[in-house]
């Protein structure tokens, strides 16, 4: 199957395309209106559960379209990437089914759910580093000593593959005034936009961090490349150091805004979506939420929807949020 990617951004029919390819490892998921958070919020409210797929976030998408055209001229003798977890899922259940071995690299004190995950979907899982950044240099070390293609955390292709959950929230839900969507390295963000942007549609969309780790916030508003530390103690998904300067590009050409929330917002978000849905949601996952509950008052009267992009949370630390309140 082609999944031709034009000038950076997936068409309608590239989009169609890499829909049809996942759909071949797992069914579309849900978007939910759940009655108590509705009450809760003020307003008309999409939940887009991207928690239920199987791995347990969105990122399985991108890795499907990408190792589909990774393959197609032959496999590769390997593949290496670093993560903080939910990406590694997604080239480790890709890597295994198109049978190539794969390397994922996670820093020191990584998630231990999120490192069993990645076993048991069959990867070598090598810890090195402080955080995603130096995880990153080390697997690109990695793939050259072995000569194994270098997987990234950020392509059109991985652009395309996650933008279908978009494809279904749109087409499910078109009348949408405005999405909110976490940012990590940025391909969920992108997806959106694209699906957005191919659909001809006028939703807003808003880029979700953390506080704890602002650096895509501060490059949005700067227009150019700015680190950042990183300090959060509960949304691992977006701990990124350094954004990446084409997924940069695209947000500012599609995103209205970008909001930033902190870990004890996304905490209460996490409580949230627990209490009112029964949805469990790790910190990235639960920070779209945690914006429109900080903007509630702006959007009321408006029809919306969050992304709920992952629930892979270590059980310790839920029942820490959980019993935190």
Not at 271 to 293: I, K, P, S
Request: hydrophobic share 45%; net charge negative.
């Amino acid at each position: 199957m082609t999944t031709t990617v034009e000038l950076g951004q997936p068409s309608l029919a590239s989009l169609e395309n890499a829909a049809a390819l996942i759909y071949g490892s797992m069914p579309p998921t849900p978007q939910y209106r759940w009655p108590l958070l509705e009450s809760r919020v003020g307003t008309t409210v999409w939940v887009k559960h991207e928690n239920h797929t199987p791995t347990g976030s969105f990122k399985i998408r991108g890795g499907l379209v990408y190792f589909d055209d990774l393959c197609r001229s032959g496999k590769p003798a390997g593949v290496v990437s670093a993560t903080r977890g939910n990406h590694g899922q997604s080239v480790g259940f890709a890597a295994r089914r198109y049978e190539v071995p794969a390397t994922i690299v996670v820093p020191h004190g990584n998630s231990v759910e999120k490192n069993a995950a990645m076993r048991a979907l069959g990867v070598e899982l090598v810890e090195r580093g402080r955080d995603f950044q130096a995880a990153s240099e080390a697997a690109a070390e990695i793939a050259a000593e072995r000569g194994w293609h270098s997987f990234p955390n950020f392509h059109p292709l991985l652009v395309c593959g996650v933008g279908t959950y978009a494809l279904e929230l749109f087409r499910a839900v078109p009348d949408l005034d405005t999405v909110y969507v976490p940012v990590g390295m940025g391909s969920g963000l992108c997806g959106v936009i694209a699906a957005r942007d191919a659909l001809e549609l006028d939703t807003r969309i808003v880029g979700v961090v953390s506080a704890q780790a602002p650096a895509f916030a501060l490059s949005w508003r700067a227009d150019r490349v700015i680190s950042h530390e990183v300090t959060t103690r509960i949304a691992d998904g977006m701990a990124c150091r350094t954004p990446n300067r084409e997924a940069l590009d695209i947000a500012r050409r599609g995103a209205e805004r970008i909001v930033e929330v902190t870990d004890e917002e996304v905490e209460a978000a996490m409580r949230v979506l627990f209490a009112d849905t029964h949805n469990a949601a790790e910190g990235g996952g639960a920070a779209a939420l945690a914006a429109l509950l900080q903007e509630r008052t702006a959007m009321r009267g408006r029809k919306v929807a969050v992304v709920v992009s992952g629930g892979n949370v270590d059980s310790d630390v839920y029942s820490r949020v959980l019993t935190s309140a």
